[in-house]
């Protein structure tokens, strides 16, 4: 799996860093099991919360092929965990959790885009560094 090359910026995030996204997806994971009714949603929550938190660790490692398939869990669990609507008893934690996911996602997507961008440049110099030997070659061969 790919690992985080040497070379990618790593920029601070604008928002909430990894660390503070880490301690707010345990705190609303921890609160969720007081304020939840019954043990399964509790559990759903809480795996729905540690799923964000894995993606956030992939991401900041560089394992992007572990992140889609985390990604792809989680969105299986999401689809699970909302197919029963929520109680009014735990919509204000529910609603919690959803804006630490978002604003996790946002941070995933903010270093799945900083690593596009490397990526795009070390292929922007392949094709220069082949299109500087092509030119080598086509001057040599002719002279």
């Given amino acids: 799996m790919g690992r985080h090359s040497p070379g990618v910026p790593q920029r601070q995030p604008r928002r909430a860093g990894p660390d503070a996204c880490r301690r707010m997806i345990h705190a609303v994971a921890r609160s969720a099991h007081a304020v939840t009714d019954g043990q399964e949603r509790r559990d759903a929550l809480g795996e729905l919360l540690e799923l964000t ?12 092929e572990r992140l889609v398939a ?31 996911i978002l604003d996790t996602d946002r941070q995933v997507m903010r270093l799945g885009s900083e690593r596009m961008e490397w ?18 070659r086509a001057a040599t061969a002719g002279g």
């Fill in 53 to 64: 938190s894995a993606m956030l660790e992939a991401a900041l490692s560089g394992e992007w």
């Fill in 70 to 100: 985390l990604e792809a869990t989680r969105q299986e669990r999401i689809h699970e965990f909302f197919s029963t609507p929520p109680g009014q008893e735990e919509a204000a934690e529910i609603a919690r959790a959803i804006r630490v």
């Fill in 119 to 136: 990526l795009g440049d070390r292929l922007r110099g392949v094709r220069q560094g082949r299109a500087a030997t092509s030119a080598y």
